[in-house]
Structure formats: structure tokens, C-alpha cells
């Protein structure tokens, strides 16, 4: 049985064991509780669910989100309102929990939809989330009879069942919900989640679409927030408006930070922890408790900025030691089709540019460049510090870059498309700076490469990676395809290059944008990456555009060289034309001249 098949089933295995060792504590609870605790329990094992939410949200994918406990108001509140105005009974009951659900759902994509857009900061998603408990609870407190205002909805119908029933779905539900998770974060897509938290931008430019994960993953997390909402409401026939306020949606966070974010079971343990305490301790010494919890607050982010939980799972590994699995991953693959190098099927050229322009607020930074880039073809683009190419490679990458001219891709203008829809219409770009995602392997990088190709598994690890055949050629000449399960923070600058172009050719480009591919590599590392260029154009049909300041690496490997001047080109033709060009000289070699001096 293949490594990973093995390695799924082992997850699977403890995914079940973790479930059933939940199941059993709480089923041992009504022996140690009395009625109180398991009351405070409860209501404890719900909110946990939702710190579950936040801290997939702000731990795997670094959304510093506010705004759960709205989610969770919305659920408590679609209970409440339709069991106090509308009638009980299962009927209603699932109507309530379907029309939490669904509010939470369309308010959670909306949300999602103004806080995502490509380009937005992380910030302003942060701030978006912010608002949204306040709004809610402003709408509650402007509700009048309707939401009972500030005092909320209490004593409305619902099923009195025994509290250990109670238990046990609250329970349950948290079981079933942090194992999904954990089987989410340890799948692929979990890699895709890591590799956007780490490098968004990076991931966009490989075709994954960041915005539209972003959201689904928003929209997810508000349903199960929702469903807890629904199931505390029900439980305590009670709803108030700080159960959807901003100081809750706070809580959510700081026991997630407490816990460990990332860890998953530590905000969820936290919250059980913290909340348990704070019912209990709160009657007997309100202010001081809250104190308490500050204090602890303040010194963990100052001293333990990754919480709780790196400290308990050092201490488990102390005593009881385990060895170390070795790494094991997927297997590479040739594609058996490949639209590598395959644009249009007329005899469009890959890439034709008119009348680009950009500027930045009085900045003009590019103007009327026009040029066209053949497939087969090698286009070197050269030109001092400053005049613009990695502004024109952004351009030709992103719709929304350029404020004038068009751009067109195997014949499709790019409009003001995001860059991963760019990316499906076959461009692939690699950049100046090789910062890759440092804690994922080459293995998952090459994974992640694949994603718009070939998704990526929800709850599991895929066998192997599917790759063209020059891909899995600049794996084997660097030699990355002996370490796949290396991080890409422990590669040399060389094969961090290697694995980038490799990554870039996954996506099968037609039109392929290099920003200085060779910078800081040797004169013997170049040339072999020159060698590669120029086979990957001659015999995959690729049309690559290359910025280089190294003119005799250019002239070595291009058909033709653009040279831009000032966001302008001053001078299209072959390298020899331009090499031998007397205007190009004075400000090309000037340049050299005016940076020796
Ligand atoms: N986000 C930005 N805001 C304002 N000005 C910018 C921005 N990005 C680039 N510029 C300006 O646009 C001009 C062109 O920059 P660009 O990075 O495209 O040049 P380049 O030819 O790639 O230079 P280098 O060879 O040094 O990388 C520069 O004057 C730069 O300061």
C-alpha cells in the first residue's frame, strides 16, 4: 500500500480514537459534575465549537476575525425569535436551525465578498468582521418587542430534555466538528490553507483562488457557529444580545490565542478551560476574575506568543517519548496530457500588449508600450533600475494593474481579471525575491501548484503529484526530486530558483513571465537554467519573457530583446541590433558607467 494511503489511514485511525475518547469523557462527566457544572458545561461545549471556527479562520488561514459571534447570535436568535413569535415543535425547530443556517451563510459570504477581494489588507478583513457583531447587536437593541431590545427573549417554548441529553449533543457536536477540522487541516487543502497564510500573493499568481477559499471557508465557519448558536439558544431558552456582541467575538480570540492558535485543541481545550472557571469564579469575585484573565492574557502574548499548547505538547513528547516518523510523501508523476505551451489553436501569438499604460497617482510608470510575445519564442526585456519592467510583468499578470492599453492572452483580452484567473488563461509568473512558503515541503509546493489543475483532497493526502515532463526534468537536474519532503526553507538559493520554475511550468503556462529567474545564482547555474529556457521555448512551443540585467546571459539565450527606457520602449529588435545600437548604449551602458562611478 502506498506511504500516503498508509498515512491517511493512520489519520483516519486517530481521528476516530480522539472521537471516541471525547465521546467517553463525556460520558464519564455525569459521574464527576453536579447539575450546575454540567449546565455551565454546556453552554461551554458550544462556545468551544465556535472558537474551533475562529481558530481555523485565524490560526490555518490568518483571518483576524471578530465577527464569529455574530454567527453565533444568529443562530441563538433564529431560534428565539421563532419559538417566542412563530410556534414550536419539529417543525419550526428545523425551519429555526435552516433559517440561522442560511442568514449565517448569506451574511458570512457577503461579509466575506467585501472583505476579500484581491488585494484587500488583512487589516481591513479585520475591521470588516469588527463591524459585523456591532450591526447586529445594533439591530437586536432596535428591535424592540420584536428581539426584546437589550433585555433579549427568555422562557419561550423548547425541549426541557434531560441535561445530560443536552450534554450530550453539545458534546457531540464539538466531537464531530474538531475532528472534521482536524482531518481539514492535515488534508491538501490544509496545505492550501498554510500556503495562503503564509503567502497569499504567491498563491494567487499559482491559480489557486484565495478570494473565493477565503470565503467558503468564512461561509463554513458561520454555519457551524450558527448551529451552535441554535443549539445553546434551545438549550437555555434564553438569547441576549451579548451573545451576538463584539466583547464575545473578543473572548473568541483571546482564548484562541491562549490555547495556541493553530493547534486547534488548544483554543478548544482553552475554552472549555477559561469559560468553565469564569461561570464558576465570576459569582464569587466578578472584577477580579476578569482582572485575572487580562493579566494571563497580557503575559502569554508577551512570553508565549504561540500559547498554551507548545508548552503541554513538549511536555507529552518529554514523557512519553516517540520516534519520529520518517518523512514520506507523495510520488512525482508525468502528465500523460499537458497543455504546457498550448494557446490558442489558430496562429494567435500567446501575448500581444497595445497601448499599456500605468501610472501611480502623477507617477507615469509605463506609457504606450505595445509588443507582442510568439510562442517558441524567447523575449529578453532589459532596461536601467527603474524604467518599469517588473511593472510591466504585474501588468501583463493582473487585470486590475494597468490604467490604459489591453492585454491579451492566446487571444483573450485580461480585461481586470484577478491574477489566477490570468493564470487559467496561461500565464505563469515567477519573481524577483525567492521567498517560497517556508514551512511547506517541496513536495506540497509542487501540490499547490497543481491545485487549479488537479484541487487538491478535502480531508486526506493525494498519492502523488501530476507534473509535465519539463517540470519533473528541473526537479531531477536540481536534485529536488530526491527531497520532496524537505521545507523550502532548509534549499539553497539555486534550487529555491529550481523549484520555482518547476512550480511555474506545473501550472502549464503558455506565456511564461521570469523576473531576473537567475539573479544571485552562479555563472554555472545560469547557464544551465539558460540551457532549460531555451529548451523549454524550442520544444514545448512556450513563449517566455524574461527581465535580465545580465546582457550576455540575454544575448545568449534570446531571440529578440525589448528595451525599456523610462516606462517606454525605446527599441525592439534582435540582441545583436540592440547590442550594437548606439541609443541604447548611451543609456544602457550609461547607466553602468553613471553606477561605476
Ligand atoms: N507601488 C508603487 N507605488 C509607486 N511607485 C511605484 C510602485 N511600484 C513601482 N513604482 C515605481 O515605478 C518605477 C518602476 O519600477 P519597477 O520596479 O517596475 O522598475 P524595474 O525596471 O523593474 O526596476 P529594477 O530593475 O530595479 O527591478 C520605479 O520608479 C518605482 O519606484
Known amino acids: 500500500m502506498p506511504d500516503t494511503s498508509f498515512r491517511n489511514l493512520n489519520r483516519l485511525r486517530a481521528a476516530l480514537i480522539g472521537c471516541l475518547l471525547g465521546l467517553a469523557l463525556v460520558a464519564l462527566a455525569p459521574f464527576v459534575l453536579d447539575t450546575y457544572l454540567t449546565n455551565i458545561l ?147 487543502f490544509g496545505r492550501v490553507l498554510v500556503a495562503i497564510r503564509e503567502n497569499e500573493e504567491r498563491c494567487a499568481y499559482l491559480g489557486i483562488p484565495v478570494s473565493r477559499i477565503k470565503i467558503m471557508l468564512m461561509i463554513a465557519s458561520a454555519v457551524v457557529a450558527s448551529a451552535a448558536g441554535f443549539g445553546y439558544a434551545a438549550f437555555s431558552n434564553v438569547v441576549a444580545p451579548e451573545l451576538a456582541g463584539f466583547q464575545l467575538g473578543t473572548e473568541f480570540l483571546i482564548w484562541t490565542a491562549l490555547g495556541g492558535r493553530g493547534t486547534l485543541l488548544g483554543p478548544v481545550l482553552a475554552a472549555i478551560g477559561i469559560d468553565t472557571m469564569s461561570a464558576w469564579l465570576s459569582g464569587a469575585m466578578p472584577f477580579l476574575w476578569k482582572l485575572l484573565i487580562g493579566v494571563v492574557f497580557v503575559v502569554v502574548i508577551v512570553l508565549l506568543p504561540r500559547g498554551f499548547a507548545p508548552i503541554v505538547t513538549a511536555l507529552f513528547q518529554r514523557l512519553l517519548p516517540r520516534q519520529k516518523a520518517p518523512a514520506q510523501g507523495r510520488r512525482l508523476v508525468a502528465a500523460e496530457q499537458s497543455r504546457l505551451g498550448q494557446g490558442a489553436d489558430d496562429d494567435t501569438p500567446p501575448l500581444v500588449i497595445e497601448h499599456l499604460s500605468r501610472r501611480y497617482g502623477s507617477l507615469q510608470v509605463l506609457r504606450d508600450v505595445t509588443m507582442t510575445g510568439r510562442a517558441s519564442h524567447l523575449l529578453g526585456i532589459i532596461g536601467p533600475n527603474g524604467a518599469g519592467k517588473t511593472t510591466l510583468m504585474r501588468c501583463i499578470s493582473d487585470g486590475s494593474e494597468r490604467t490604459g492599453g489591453t492585454v491579451r492572452i492566446n487571444g483573450t483580452e485580461i480585461g481586470r481579471c484577478a491574477p489566477h484567473k490570468v493564470v487559467a488563461l496561461g500565464v ?15 513536495s506540497d509546493c509542487l501540490m499547490l501548484a497543481r491545485y487549479r489543475i488537479d484541487g487538491a483532497s478535502l480531508f486526506s493526502n493525494g498519492e502523488a503529484v501530476t507534473l509535465p515532463q519539463p517540470a519533473l526534468d528541473i526537479l531531477r537536474a536540481t536534485g529536488l526530486d530526491q527531497r520532496l519532503q524537505e521545507e523550502t526553507r532548509n534549499l539553497s538559493h539555486g534550487m529555491k530558483r529550481g523549484l520555482e520554475l518547476a512550480m511555474v511550468l506545473a501550472t502549464e503556462p503558455s506565456v511564461m513571465l521570469l523576473d531576473e529567474p537567475t539573479a544571485g545564482l552562479t555563472k554555472a547555474e545560469r547557464m544551465a537554467i ?39 520602449i525605446l527599441m525592439e529588435g534582435t540582441v545583436d541590433e540592440v547590442v550594437s545600437s548606439e541609443l541604447v548604449q548611451s543609456v544602457y551602458a550609461g547607466h553602468h558607467v553613471e553606477a561605476a562611478e
Open 42 to 188: 454546556i453552554r461551554t461545549l458550544f462556545l468551544a465549537a465556535v472558537v474551533m471556527t475562529v481558530d481555523i479562520l485565524w490560526g490555518s488561514v490568518g483571518i483576524l476575525t471578530f465577527g464569529q459571534s455574530a454567527f453565533f447570535g444568529i443562530g441563538a436568535y433564529a431560534c428565539g425569535l421563532i419559538f417566542t413569535h412563530y410556534g414550536f415543535g419539529p417543525g419550526w425547530a428545523l425551519a429555526a436551525f435552516t433559517i440561522g443556517l442560511g442568514i449565517a451563510a448569506i451574511v458570512a459570504a457577503a461579509t466575506g465578498w467585501l472583505a476579500f477581494f484581491h488585494g484587500s489588507s488583512p487589516l481591513y478583513a479585520s475591521i470588516i468582521t469588527l463591524a459585523l457583531p456591532v450591526v447586529l447587536t445594533q439591530l437586536i437593541f432596535s428591535g424592540g418587542n420584536f428581539t426584546g431590545s437589550s433585555s433579549g427573549l427568555s422562557g419561550f417554548p423548547t425541549y426541557y430534555w434531560d441535561l445530560m441529553i443536552w450534554f450530550w449533543i453539545a458534546g457531540g457536536f464539538l466531537i464531530l466538528t474538531t475532528t472534521a477540522a482536524w482531518l481539514l487541516v492535515r488534508s491538501d
Open 428 to 442: 505563469g509568473r515567477s519573481f524577483q525575491n525567492t521567498s517560497l512558503f517556508d514551512t511547506l515541503t517541496i
Open 530 to 568: 539558460g540551457k532549460i529556457l531555451g529548451r523549454l521555448a524550442q520544444d514545448y512551443g512556450l513563449c517566455i519573457i524574461l527581465i535580465e540585467h545580465d546582457l550576455d546571459f540575454v544575448r545568449e539565450i534570446s531571440d529578440r530583446v525589448v528595451v525599456l527606457h523610462q516606462g517606454a
